[in-house]
T-cell receptor
Framework: NAGVMQNPRHLVRRRGQEARLRCSPM?????VYWYRQLPEEGLKFMVY????????ESGMPKERFSAEFPKEGPSILRIQQVVRGDSAAYFC????????????FGSGTQLSVL | DQQVKQNSPSLSVQEGRISILNCDYT??????FLWYKKYPAEGPTFLIS?????DKNEDGRFTVFLNKSAKHLSLHIVPSQPGDSAVYFC???????????FGDGTTLTVKP
């Protein structure tokens, strides 16, 4: 029973390029969360999605960042025109229920912006 | 405005002794609290949780205590083992809201 799968594990981009991070939740989980961990900081909530719906995007920067969780396929976190400050570890988590239950995390994508 | 705070960035204990990790929160709407453990280059993994209707939950060597009036919770690990060395995150949620809010983590080092 595969866990939460994130890819790529490492992503290097130059300033101004686009970054696409993918997340496949655990089988049977329809709730996906994205968190960002900046160096020396904790996990900061970005967005919460269910299939085809954004439920809570209160942690998403207003510009350049978007997320989707289509009916078929993985959830995608997209960062346009990346800047050095976007360098961080991005973690995806899934759960079978809503309501603050425990989350199952992927191994993360380490984004480095040159 | 950090709603979940872990004021100790690091903690070092001797193998076999007790480790106590602390966490404070400010949002009185939180009603569910969780601890996660994280090793380098891996995602966090769930460790133990507690609902606001309880003040203690125990699972093997791990016990979480909740003091609602003080808005404080703690994780006790006894006896501590070298394999417990990791970053521990405290998280809080409202069961009607979905998302969890995390603290900045405490790095625990258990010395053999």
């Amino acid at each position: 029973n595969a866990g939460v799968m994130q890819n790529p594990r490492h992503l290097v981009r130059r300033r101004g390029q686009e970054a696409r991070l993918r997340c496949s939740p655990m089988k049977g989980h329809s709730h996906v969360y994205w968190y960002r961990q900046l160096p020396e900081e904790g996990l900061k909530f970005m967005v919460y999605l269910q299939k085809e719906n954004i439920i809570d995007e209160s942690g998403m920067p207003k510009e350049r960042f978007s997320a989707e969780f289509p009916k078929e396929g993985p959830s995608i976190l997209r960062i346009q025109q990346v800047v050095r400050g976007d360098s961080a570890a991005y973690f995806c988590a899934s759960s079978p229920f809503t309501g603050g239950e425990k989350l199952f995390f992927g191994s993360g994508t380490q984004l480095s912006v040159l | 405005d950090q709603q979940v705070k872990q004021n100790s960035p690091s903690l070092s204990v001797q193998e076999g002794r007790i480790s106590i990790l602390n966490c404070d929160y400010t949002n009185s709407m939180f009603d569910y609290f969780l601890w996660y453990k994280k090793y380098p280059a891996e995602g966090p993994t769930f460790l133990i949780s507690i609902s606001s209707i309880k003040d203690k939950n125990e699972d093997g060597r791990f016990t979480v205590f909740l003091n609602k009036s003080a808005k404080h919770l703690s994780l006790h690990i006894v006896p501590s083992q070298p394999g417990d060395s990791a970053v521990y995150f405290c998280a809080a949620s409202n069961t009607n809201a979905g998302k969890s809010t995390f603290g900045d983590g405490t790095t625990l080092t258990v010395k053999p």
